[in-house]
């Protein structure tokens, strides 16, 4: 198995901070190496070592640039805190009519596992900027806003989905309804507070 192989099989297994070290050590020998510099960023993400994903994901940009680079990018620069940047580089983006939705709902998925829901959330919406027929994208907006008990706003994202596919999709139903009651259920709860208060 090469090196290449070696990082991939830590990355799967999470063990980010040997790979991030394995890649690092790579990296002096052969400095110049996009796909290297693209790893460590992703690594560096997972660790939260934010400042470093923004810096090799910059890096990996200016090497060999590709669509995924430039979400990925303005990803990391938001996440580093360096929200004009993020910003400006989803707008160029959008701009250039790139139809960037389907990576955006990657890293937005990536996120959302990860527990991130409000930055998932983030990235969803802006999957759905880029794409208004992004179906996923919406069922994704959906989820985040069911775990942050905005139900009314899942539902709606949830229907919008629902619109757009051309076959019922059991998942999406099955999270709607979830969605109602939960909804229902807080609705019931906030008037029964309203009474007792």
Not at 99 to 110: H, M, N, P, Q
Not at 177 to 183: G, R
Request: one cysteine or more; proline letters at 2%.
């Amino acid at each position: 198995m090469n090196a290449g192989n070696d990082i991939e099989v830590l990355m799967q297994n999470g063990e980010f901070r040997q790979a991030a070290d394995c890649i690092a050590e790579m990296l002096e020998s052969d400095p110049h190496n996009s796909e290297l510099h693209e790893q460590l960023s992703i690594a560096s993400d997972h660790l939260g070592r934010h400042k470093t994903a923004y810096q090799h994901a910059l890096k990996a940009l200016e090497l060999s640039p590709t669509t995924r680079r430039h979400i990925f990018a303005a990803y990391t620069a938001f996440m580093a805190g360096h929200e004009d940047d993020g910003w400006s580089r989803f707008n160029a983006l959008h701009e250039q009519g790139v139809d960037a939705s389907t990576e955006l709902v990657k890293i937005g998925r990536f996120l959302f596992a990860r527990s991130l829901t409000t930055q998932a959330r983030f990235l969803f919406e802006q999957a759905h900027l880029h794409n208004q027929n992004a179906s996923d994208a919406l069922t994704w907006l959906g989820h985040c806003h069911y775990v942050l008990g905005q139900f009314d706003h899942a539902i709606a994202c949830y229907d919008q989905s629902r619109e757009l596919l051309s076959q019922e999709n059991p998942t999406l139903e099955s999270s709607r309804n979830f969605a109602y009651v939960a909804s229902y259920l807080q609705g019931k709860n906030n008037r029964l507070n309203t009474i007792n208060g």
